[in-house]
């Protein structure tokens, strides 16, 4: 049985920064692709970033160049480095490996991005 567990949100102003980690069991985490997805009200899951199990990223336009996905394969252990944040980021953050159809879920971590 996967298990996700998502942290590392908050409420953070424009421009500033947040760390997401996703911790993962019950997959060869190593050899799996890992995506981060964000959901925000009102709106359809969408990708953000993903990266294989050797380390070649890929970033939503709307994410590229500030956010940076990350793994840890020893710590089973993914990451979002995201920067100068802006208010549109605001959303549930979620992990998933992303060739398990249906997608396994955690319960995300809500970023939200305010003044």
């Known amino acids: 049985q996967v298990q996700l567990v998502e942290s590392g949100g908050g409420l953070v102003q424009p421009g500033g920064s947040l760390r997401l980690s996703c911790e993962v069991s019950?997959?060869?985490?190593?050899?799996?692709?890992m995506g981060w997805y964000r959901q925000a009200p009102g709106k359809q899951r969408e990708l953000v970033a993903d990266?294989?199990?050797?380390?070649?990223?890929n970033y939503a336009d709307s994410v590229r160049g500030r956010f940076t996905i990350s793994r840890d394969n020893a710590r089973n252990t993914v990451y979002l480095q995201m920067n100068s944040l802006k208010p549109e980021d605001t959303a549930v953050y979620y992990c998933?490996?992303?060739?398990?159809?249906?997608?396994?879920w955690g319960q995300g971590t809500q970023v939200t991005v305010s003044q």
């Open positions: 998933t490996p992303t060739a398990i159809i249906p997608p396994p």
């Open positions: 990266i294989t199990g050797r380390g070649k990223t």
């Open positions: 019950g997959i060869i985490f190593s050899i799996n692709v």
